[in-house]
Structure formats: structure tokens, C-alpha cells
């Protein structure tokens, strides 16, 4: 079966083919990043205007790279949310209206279920229980994989996603959005036990994460202690390689030793990883290096960031466990969680 997927939960129009949920046809990715660069974030309004105009060509294009026609597409696969209402609601009623229009069903994902999933795809089978670990720009996620489609809650974020801590301190830093890879290219050059950081501690909840107090202590560190977001920067060029090398050793370090301890607690047989900031090197030696007991499982590299291939994948095998489409009825959810019993 041929699934056409569709991605317009945050800044990347993707539309992609894949047939029977693991081989992918095409994976069309349209980055929106520079319309966003000088808002230092996501312009919602922007957004979603541009999805507008981007959807129809995207989908066109993902069609003619795939060699696959209309007619060969089984089932239309669509991000519901988690994300922002206006892109969320351009890629969903694109969907519905394909739906009606070639008559095929539609199914709607959660955008945040499908960052896991990507880490599945490509290999035939699946182990399970497993641990999955989402980190992404707007989510931080630790949950128990039963099956496909199946989690239970193990933490979460209390404030930042991971790499939202990230976007922001590369804007302290002075850096371009989006400020991951820009922080990753930095730290390599800086001393990363420079400065003391730690990432924070919830009380009586210890799978949970916590970033915003990290993020305040590297305020300091650049501009001063209790200087704002407005402060001018106090600290050299090379000073801000070990700002960026010790910060993400903190922040990395509290996902690698998390997710150690929660792959053994738990009694996971694998481990799979999603997310944008799964991208980061530094973060796949660090977790390498750890030597964990199960294997570890990470997205080819176009599949890290927000595509289209891993919603139609997911799309595939939700379709295929309840044998049913949505109805047009669908709303989109700019809020979901991921437990599921
Ligand atoms: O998964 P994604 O495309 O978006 C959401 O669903 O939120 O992830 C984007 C996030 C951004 O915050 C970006 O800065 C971060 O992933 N990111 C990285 C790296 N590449 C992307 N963070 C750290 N290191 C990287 N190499
Ligand atoms: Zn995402």
C-alpha cells in the first residue's frame, strides 16, 4: 500500500510516499528556517501562510519523485499535532480534501508518536518493550514503547523542550536559528567542563526534565549575573566556545543518563531515539559510549528533523490496527499526549 504523509505541525512543509509503512518513495522537505531566522523562533502567522502556498506543489512533487500516481495512493496520512493551530489546521484540511476528492481515507498522526517511529523505520521487525526517547524543538519525552502506537508515559519536560533550550541559547550566543546545529558546530572548539552547568532536578519526579534553570545560568554566564535577555554580551569569542560546550554537555548528559537508567529500569529491549536533536554527534558518542546492554536505534539523518516519510509511516500501521480512516470530523490538537494504554 502506498501512503502519501503529510508534515505542517511548525516550519517544514514535507509531504512523502512510502509503501507498507517502511519503504520510502520519496520525502519532499521544505525548511521554512530563514523566512523564521530573524524572529530568533517560529512565526506562527508566517507559518502557516506558507504552508498554503508550499502544500499543493510539495505533494505534486513528492508524487512525481516517488514515480507513484494519485491513483496508486491507498491512504492519505496527516500530523493532527502536537504544534501550531494555523499550520496544523493547512495540512489537515489538505488532507481531508484529498480524501473526498481521490476517495481514499485519511488517518491523522501524532506528530510526536511519528519522531519515534522514524528511529523504526527501515528495519523489518521491531523489539518491544523498548524505551523511546523523543527530543525534538518542541518536546522532551522518556516512554515505554509496548507496541506501535502503545506507550506509557516515563518523564517529561516541566518547562523547555530540549531543543528549545538549545534555539535559545544560541540566540543569547548570538547565533542564527535554528540554533542546534550552530551550538553542536561551536562546542566542538570550547572546553566543555569550563563551566559548572547542570540541567535541573523535579522534585519527586526524577524521569522528568527540566531546562529553564540551565538556561538562566548560562544567561549569567554570558551576560552577567542577573543581566536579561536585552544585556549586552560581557564574554570574548572564545569564551562563548566553552559557554557552548559546557551547556550541552549538560543538557546531553541529562538525556544520556536518564535514558541509561531508564532503559534498565524499566527492562527495555531497545532503545529508540527521535527527534531533531538526535541529530547531535556529540549526543550518539556520548550514549555509544555508555555501552548499554540494547541496541540503539536512531533516524537516518532525513528522517531527525520533520518530514513527511515517518507520518505516512506510522499513518501505515495505525491504519492497519484499526482498519479504519478518521472521519472529516477530525480536529486538529495543538496539545496531545503521548500515553496510550
Ligand atoms: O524535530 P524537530 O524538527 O522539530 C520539532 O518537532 O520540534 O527538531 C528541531 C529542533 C530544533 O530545536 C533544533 O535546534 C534541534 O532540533 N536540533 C539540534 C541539532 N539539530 C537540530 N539540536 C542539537 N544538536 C543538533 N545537531
Ligand atoms: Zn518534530
Not at 518536546?139 to 502506537?149: P, S
Not at 551576560?223 to 554580551?233: F, L
Not at 555508555?290 to 500501521?317: R, T, V
Request: aromatic share 8%.
Amino acid at each position: 500500500m502506498f501512503v502519501l504523509g503529510i508534515e505542517t505541525t511548525c516550519d517544514e512543509t514535507a509531504v512523502a510516499v512510502v509503501e507498507d509503512g517502511i519503504h520510502i518513495r520519496s520525502n519532499v522537505i521544505v525548511s521554512q528556517a530563514a523566512l523564521h531566522r530573524s524572529f530568533g523562533g517560529v512565526y506562527p502567522e508566517i507559518a502557516a501562510r506558507e504552508h498554503l502556498d508550499l502544500l499543493i506543489p510539495t505533494i505534486e512533487q513528492a508524487l512525481q519523485q516517488a514515480s507513484v500516481t494519485k491513483k496508486e495512493i491507498g491512504l492519505i496520512a496527516v500530523a493532527k499535532g502536537p504544534g501550531l493551530i494555523g499550520p496544523l489546521l493547512v495540512g489537515l484540511n489538505g488532507a481531508k480534501t484529498l480524501s473526498v476528492a481521490w476517495n481514499i481515507p485519511f488517518i491523522g498522526v501524532n506528530h510526536v508518536e511519528a519522531h519515534l517511529y522514524a528511529a523504526m523505520m527501515s528495519h523489518e521487525s521491531f523489539l518491544f518493550p523498548a524505551l523511546g526517547v523523543v527530543i525534538s524543538g518542541g518536546h522532551t519525552f522518556l516512554v515505554k514503547i509496548v507496541d506501535v502506537g502503545h506507550y506509557e508515559l516515563i518523564g517529561t519536560t516541566v518547562d523547555d523542550a530540549i531543543g528549545e533550550a538549545f534555539d535559545k541559547v544560541a540566540t543569547l550566543l548570538g547565533l542564527p536559528y535554528p540554533g542546534g546545529p550552530e551550538i553542536e558546530k561551536l562546542a566542538q572548539e570550547g572546553n566543555p567542563e569550563r563551566f559548572p552547568f547542570k540541567a535541573g532536578k523535579v522534585k519527586h519526579h526524577p524521569w522528568d526534565f527540566s531546562f529553564s534553570g540551565l538556561k538562566t545560568s548560562v544567561l549569567y554566564a554570558i551576560k552577567g549575573q542577573n543581566g536579561s535577555k536585552e544585556s549586552r554580551v560581557l564574554i570574548s569569542e572564545e569564551d562563548k566556545k566553552d559557554v557552548a560546550a559546557s551547556f550541552q554537555e549538560a543538557a546531553l548528559g541529562d538525556i544520556c543518563h536518564k535514558t541509561a537508567a531508564a532503559s534498565a529500569t524499566f527492562d527495555c529491549q531497545a532503545i529508540y531515539i527521535g527527534g531533531g536533536v538526535s541529530q547531535n554527534k556529540h549526543l550518539r558518542e556520548m550514549l555509544q559510549a555508555k555501552n548499554l546492554p540494547c541496541s540503539i536505534y536512531w533516524p537516518q539523518k532525513e528522517l531527525c528533523l520533520d518530514n513527511g516519510a515517518m507520518i505516512a509511516g506510522l499513518g501505515f500501521h495505525l491504519f492497519h490496527q484499526t482498519g479504519k480512516g478518521d472521519p472529516l470530523e477530525l480536529e486538529p490538537q495543538t496539545r496531545i499526549s503521548l500515553t496510550k494504554s
